[in-house]
T-cell receptor, first 118, second 114 residues
Framework: AQSVTQPDIHITVSEGASLELRCNYS??????LFWYVQSPGQGLQLLLK??????LVQGIKGFEAEFKRSQSSFNLRKPSVHWSDAAEYFC????????????????FGTGTLLAVQP | SQTIHQWPATLVQPVGSPLSLECTVE??????LYWYRQAAGRGLQLLFY??????ISSEVPQNLSASRPQDRQFILSSKKLLLSDSGFYLC?????????????FGEGSRLTVL
């Protein structure tokens, strides 16, 4: 079964420092991968997605992620973190329904809570 | 443009009371609709999804049910709430069709069961 693992529950970085959030997936075929961000008490906003093609994906707010099939990873990066980036980040993989057919469900990791120190 | 609305935003209910959370989508037709629950430290759990009116798929056995009485309306219900039903409930929609596309989320409904 498809699954997503985010090994870091909580990360603290200093403002201006670089950031990398880890995501590992389990999937039998080429995955559809996503990163979402959630501010406290809010819904989720899509940062970026990977469907196919270039393995380095650019997203909003200066974020990027790299798909590495050999490592089953889709880590999120940002070269310089801003205080407004403090939020919870979720990695997700699209899941195929049993018996095949259209892919129409998204499975999330448990999230990484990012704190930014001034 | 498409929008998604959830209400109520916050709800405090006693154990054993009923529940109804509503979600509506505007600006699209025949969307796929989803209910997720977010409990502290447990990420997002897919509860139900629907690909059309009256078509509901349940992901996990639980005390909740879902209904889709209209094309762009998705309702999450319970007859008798449990303490464990507390959490942040998120409705989401996706454009219909083959393959996977972006999932758009509502602002969420926070349920506290006392």
């Amino acid at each position: 079964a498809q699954s997503v693992t985010q090994p870091d529950i909580h990360i603290t970085v200093s403002e201006g420092a670089s950031l990398e959030l880890r995501c590992n997936y389990s999937y039998g075929a080429t995955p559809y991968l996503f990163w979402y961000v959630q501010s406290p008490g809010q819904g989720l906003q899509l940062l970026l997605k990977y469907f196919s093609g270039d393995t380095l994906v650019q997203g909003i707010k200066g974020f990027e992620a790299e798909f590495k099939r050999s490592q089953s990873s889709f880590n999120l990066r940002k070269p310089s973190v801003h205080w407004s980036d403090a939020a919870e980040y979720f990695c997700a993989v699209a899941r195929l329904p049993l018996g095949g057919g259209a892919t129409n469900k998204l499975i999330f990791g448990t999230g990484t809570l990012l704190a930014v120190q001034p | 443009s498409q929008t998604i609305h959830q209400w109520p935003a916050t709800l405090v209910q006693p154990v054993g009371s009923p529940l109804s959370l509503e979600c509506t989508v505007e600006g699209t037709s025949n969307p796929n609709l989803y209910w997720y629950r977010q409990a502290a430290g447990r990420g997002l759990q897919l509860l139900f999804y629907s690909v059309g009116i009256g078509q509901i798929s349940s992901e996990v056995p639980q005390n909740l049910s879902a209904s889709r009485p209209q094309d762009r309306q998705f309702i999450l219900s319970s007859k008798k709430l449990l303490l464990s039903d507390s959490g942040f409930y998120l409705c989401a929609w996706m454009a219909p069709g083959q393959g996977f596309q972006e999932l758009f989320f509502g602002e969420g409904s926070r349920l506290t069961v006392l």
